[in-house]
C-alpha cells in the first residue's frame, strides 16, 4: 500500500512539474528576428522609441523582459534617475550625455554600457548638442526571487 501511494505521489508531482515546465516553454518568445520596420515607432515630447518586447515578456531565463530603441533630445530626458527591481544594460549607440549612476554624474558617450543591479540609482540625460540614441533590456531572472529593497539593503 506504502509504495502504491508513494507512486501515485510520484507520478503527480512528475506531471505538475512536467506541466510547469512546458507552460513555462510556451511563455517564451521564439527564437528569432526584429526588425525595427516592424515595430511602432511612439513619439514623446523627450524624443522617440521603439519597444521590441513589453515588460511581460517572457525567454528561456528571464521573465518581465522589455528591449527598445530610444532618441532623446538635446537637453532631455526619458524620466529622472530611478531604480527597480530588474537588472538593466543601457547601451548608448549615438551622441553623448550624462550618466547618473546612484547620484554620480559621469560622461555618456557613444558605445558606453551601462549596467544597473537590482534598486540601484541610474539614468542618462542628453547633455549633447546632438540626438542621444541607446539601446536597453531590463529583466528579472527566471528561478531567481525578485529582489526587494529592503532584500539587497538598499
Known amino acids: ?11 503527480m508531482s512528475m506531471s505538475f512539474f512536467g506541466g510547469m515546465m512546458v507552460q513555462n516553454q510556451q511563455d517564451q518568445i521564439p527564437t528569432q528576428i526584429f526588425k525595427q520596420s516592424d515595430f511602432n515607432l511612439t513619439k514623446e515630447d523627450w524624443g522617440k522609441i521603439w519597444i521590441y518586447t513589453t515588460d511581460s515578456t517572457s525567454t528561456y531565463g ?3 523582459t522589455l528591449t527598445a530603441m ?13 531604480k527597480h527591481a ?17 547620484g554620480e554624474l559621469s560622461n555618456a558617450e557613444t558605445g558606453d554600457l551601462l549596467y544597473a543591479r537590482p534598486w540601484e540609482l541610474h539614468g ?8 542621444l540614441k541607446f539601446f536597453v533590456v531590463k529583466w528579472n ?9 529592503k532584500s539587497i539593503g538598499k
Not at 500500500?1 to 507520478?11: D, F, R
Not at 530588474?86 to 546612484?102: I, Q
Not at 542618462?124 to 540626438?131: A, D, L, Q, V, W
Open 1 to 11: 500500500m506504502y509504495l502504491k501511494v508513494l507512486a501515485v505521489i510520484s507520478l
Open 62 to 64: 528571464t521573465k518581465n
Open 70 to 82: 530610444a532618441v532623446i533630445n538635446p537637453d532631455d530626458e526619458i524620466h529622472p534617475p530611478h
Open 86 to 102: 530588474e537588472e538593466e544594460f543601457l547601451l548608448v549607440v549615438e551622441g553623448n550625455g550624462t550618466w547618473n549612476l546612484n
Open 124 to 131: 542618462i540625460y542628453n547633455s549633447g548638442e546632438t540626438p
Open 141 to 149: 531572472n527566471k528561478g531567481v526571487e525578485v529582489p526587494t529593497e
